[in-house]
């Protein structure tokens, strides 16, 4: 089954700091995704990603960015945290865009 | 923007009953469908699928699909409290999700 890891699991920070969410696959799929959940609202899509330097706006980008440095690797920036962003974020992989997606374990993020 | 839309949000079932959840979606040219399933505390993980119309079944699962009426749906036949989960629904014409059925299975 393909790995997907994530970090950190969980992360406090405050209103206004920077955080940066790390996503890397080992299967080397091509497609990358980053969502976040929230009771009532299922998996949102922020942003993803189809290859290395690529990236695609999700539904619900606004504070978010996010870069694919090389296939495995995805991160996803907040670079002026806000409560609001305060969410289980998930990262996934899959292979062609319509594809089985493998979700990592997930990071949960409080923004006080 | 959800370009798939389930119901219901949340169902309470009694052990062994057949349970039924739905999803329509509104691209008739949608090819790839997907059901995922969530537990408490876990990452959604993909279910079943389904390419072309009609039913595909795997163990006490059924999946229907008729693109006529862009729904498709996932039935579980005789349920545990094993299947107590949030399941979402996908399809993969776009990487987005329905918002989800809470599903709980009563002992």
């Known amino acids: 089954e393909a790995a997907v890891t994530q970090s950190p699991r969980n992360k406090v920070t405050v209103t206004g700091g920077n955080v940066t969410l790390s996503c890397r696959q080992t299967n080397s799929h091509n497609y990358m995704y980053w969502y976040r959940q929230d009771t009532g609202h299922g998996l949102r899509l922020i942003h993803y990603?189809?290859?290395?330097?690529?990236?695609q706006i999700g539904d619900v980008p606004d504070g978010y960015k996010a870069t694919r440095t090389t296939q495995e690797d995805f991160f996803l920036l907040l670079e002026l945290a806000s409560p609001s962003q305060t969410s289980l974020y998930f990262c996934?992989?899959?292979?062609?865009?319509?594809?089985?997606?493998?979700f990592g374990p997930g990071t949960r993020l409080l923004v006080l | 923007q959800q370009n798939v839309q389930q119901s219901p949000e949340s169902l309470i079932v009694p052990e062994g009953a057949r349970t039924s959840l739905n999803c329509t979606f509104s691209?008739?040219?949608?090819?790839y469908f997907w059901w995922y399933r969530q537990h408490s505390g876990k990452a959604p993980k993909a279910l079943m699928?389904?390419?072309?119309?009609g039913e595909k079944e795997e163990g006490r699962f059924t999946i229907h699909l008729n693109k006529a009426s862009l729904h498709f749906s996932l039935h579980i036949r005789d349920s545990q409290p094993s299947d107590s989960a949030l399941y979402l629904c996908n399809n993969n014409n776009a990487p987005r999700f329905g918002a989800g059925t809470k599903l709980t299975v009563k002992p």
């Open positions: 691209d008739s040219a949608s090819q």
């Open positions: 996934a992989s899959s292979d062609l865009g319509v594809d089985t997606q493998y």
């Open positions: 990603s189809y290859g290395a330097g690529n990236l």
């Open positions: 699928s389904i390419f072309s119309n």
